[in-house]
């Protein structure tokens, strides 16, 4: 296991990493890098936390599940950092995996529940800094989402090979 472990497990910089180099070569050179590290991390974290998680807002496990927990029950729309799970949640399943939601869910109400969502978390945020950023998010929605979308085109598209090394070295 101790090849394999070294090609297939990554801590959360590497996921970051990951994400951040990846909406890089997919945004325009003009993009905000704060609304690009915030994308990333949303991509890295959800790469990262399982639809089972019990110590923190599991994965979603589609958009179905977002409009049970956000629009279904209107509790968590009081909370800003609930809000922010229901927009990154959103951003997540309408973008990056809009080709699996399409079939089954509306792209451009799941699209405009986010930026409620986030529009909402922003009002409700203490950090200006932070609030900003939301409010940003939330406008830039709508392309955020696509270039979510472009990434996942991009590495569905990559064709990886994983090669192992040798035990017996080189001939």
Known sequence: MGILKGLLASDHRQTLD?????????????????????NASVLAHY??????????FPAPTGLGTVFDHFVLDVTPQVDGALMEVAGAQCLLLAGFFEQQMRQRHSIRWYAQLGTGFFRRAAARETSSPKARLLSSIAKGFEDWRQRHERLSREL????YLLTFPDPHGPE
């Not at 325009?28 to 890098?33: A, G, K, L």
């Not at 790469?47 to 923190?56: F, G, L, N, R």
């Not at 569905?156 to 064709?159: E, L, V, Y």
């Open 47 to 56: 790469a990262q936390v399982s639809t089972h998680a019990q110590d923190e």
């Open 18 to 38: 990951f994400f951040i180099v990846g909406l890089h070569d997919v945004c325009e050179t003009t993009v905000d890098r704060n609304e690009l590290l915030y």
């Open 156 to 159: 569905r598209d990559r064709q």
